[in-house]
């Protein structure tokens, strides 16, 4: 991503492996018709809005890290950062999507 000397080159280099993480747990988690549909499932089950979930799992990984900062295991921490960024971005878009009614999946919904 160039951005003509905009941002710093290691954090625009962390967005694109956001955009590829996401590609990759959507293919997996997630449908054509809804690429949250594990945070959808979870949601209803729950009685919760859809970003929620993503926003417990965070905690969760965000205890992890401190766990693993006491342990020393510092190798492991950066997969931590990525998911819990991860994370929020889906809550992000799906309090943005609800919003803005379920069939505001494009661009324009999220101006």
């Known amino acids: 991503m160039n951005l003509g000397g905009k941002g710093h080159p290691g954090y625009l280099r962390l967005l694109e492996e956001r955009v590829a993480l996401h590609i990759d747990k959507s293919g997996g988690y997630g449908t054509d018709e809804d690429p949250f549909a594990n945070f959808t499932a979870v949601a209803r089950a729950k009685g919760q ?32 950062f990525n998911d819990i960024s991860s ?3 889906c809550a992000t878009t799906m309090l943005r999507e609800d ?5 505001a999946r494009t661009e324009e919904g999220f101006a």
């Not at 919003?99 to 069939?103: E, F």
């Open 87 to 89: 994370l929020l971005d």
């Open 49 to 80: 809005p859809r970003y929620v979930y993503p926003v417990d799992r965070a905690q969760e990984k965000l205890a992890r890290i401190y766990s693993l900062i006491a342990q020393g295991r510092e190798d492991l921490l950066e997969v931590e």
């Open 99 to 103: 919003r803005r009614g379920a069939d």
